[in-house]
Every structure is written in C-alpha cells, then in structure tokens.
C-alpha cells in the first residue's frame, strides 16, 4: 500500500525565518511527487517533481527530490504571515495512473 | 468557470438520507477525481474518470458510494443511507491527463458534508 509520511506535523515560526518541510514516502512504480498548500478549503498547487536532483523554484519557494532516498524537501525562505497553512505532500503511483495518495499535512504558522 | 466548482458548498442531513454531490471541473480537462477529507488528515482518494469512464474506483469506501460523469464534464459523487461517518469534506480534482508522469490537478473549493 502506497504510504507519505510528513514531518514535522506542526511548526511555528517567525516572519523572515526559513522552513523546510519533509516528506518521505513508499510506492511501487513511482511517477511524481506534488506539493500542495491549503489554507481554506482548495489545496493549491505549488510543484509536480518527477526526476531526482533538479530543483523547482518558484519565487520564495523552491523543491527537491531524491528518488534514491525517497523523499522530497519544501523550502520556504524569508517566511510571511500569508505562508500560514496546511502544506500538503502526495505522490503518483502503482497502478492507477491518476489516484494521489496524501500525506497527512504540515501546519505551518508564521507569526509577525 | 476558470476553476473547479462545487455545489453545494454544505450540505446538512440525516443518518439514512441520500446526498448527491455536484463537480463542474476545468474546462477542457479530461480527468476528474473525488477525494475526501476529514479533519486534519490529508485528501483520501475515492476515484477518478477518464472522461467518461470511472478509470479507477478502488477509494469507494462500500457501495453506498457511487459516482458517475455521464458527458465527460460535472461529476456527481452520490452516498445512500448516509452514515455519520460519512462526514467529511468532499473534495473534487481536474487535471488534462496527458503526459506520462500524471498532471497536476487542480482542486475545487469542497463540499462539506455533515450527517447527523
């Protein structure tokens, strides 16, 4: 059965810290890794990773993954109050090509 | 739209009722998911349709559950003799489907779903 594991499950820092998020998983036929936050109610997506070593960066953001270790790093750097969320980690695989298995999130506050 | 939608955003019943859940996804998106969520776990896969055909179903938890996307756009997500256990946010996904590694989905707001 395809398993994420996230740590740490809470985390509360100060406005201009630096974050980083793990998630470690285990899945047969591997096919990506998708990082989403969810504030509200939507989870909005931040990053598809599929090749090991290559970063994905999107302004303070940025992702990695190691397929050879199994898991994926999120780095938030310079932190704001609207970081404050649940960041949610899933991966693509096995048999179904579309089913995302989650892991049970990251409650990042950011305080001013 | 330019996003996904859901309908109804709550939906308050009964043990025993039947509840229908409405999904409109992106449009042009061939792929749609259902996922649900409770309180302070990750989405649960349920299923999803490659236009109009469930592709995977494996995530229906027993057979009061049952989803169906008969033109290849809205999905309904229906439960009979809902239980309270059933309650949940009920989440819907999009995405193209095209390329090899999967495709980013993209979520709708949910549907919260509160069985008395």
């Known amino acids: 059965e395809d398993k994420v594991v996230q740590s740490p499950l809470s985390l509360v820092v100060h406005e201009g810290d630096t974050v980083t998020l793990n998630c470690s998983y285990e899945v047969t036929n591997f096919r990506s890794l998708l990082w989403y936050k969810q504030e509200k109610k939507a989870p909005t997506f931040l990053f598809m990773l599929t090749s090991s070593g290559i970063e994905k960066k999107s302004g303070r953001l940025s992702s990695i993954l190691d397929k050879k270790e199994l898991f994926s790093i999120l780095n938030i750097t310079a932190t704001q109050t609207g970081d404050s969320a649940v960041y949610l980690c899933a991966v693509r695989g096995g048999t179904s090509y579309g089913k995302l298995t989650f892991g049970q999130g990251t409650i990042l506050t950011v305080h001013p | 739209g330019a996003g996904v939608s859901q309908t109804p955003s709550n939906k308050v019943t009964e043990k025993g009722k039947y509840v229908e859940l409405r999904c409109d996804p992106i449009?042009?998106?061939?792929?749609l998911y259902w996922y649900r969520q409770s309180l302070g776990q990750g989405p649960e896969f349920l299923i999803y349709f490659q236009g109009t055909g469930a592709a995977d179903d494996s995530g229906l938890p027993n057979d009061r559950f049952f989803a169906v996307r008969p033109e290849g756009s809205v999905s309904t997500l229906k439960i009979q003799r809902t239980e309270r256990g059933d309650s949940a946010v009920y989440l819907c996904?999009?995405?193209?489907?095209?390329?090899?590694?999967?495709?980013?989905?993209?979520f709708g707001p949910g549907t919260r779903l509160t069985v008395l």
């Open positions: 449009s042009g998106h061939t792929a």
């Open positions: 996904a999009s995405s193209l489907m095209g390329r090899p590694g999967g495709d980013e989905q993209f």
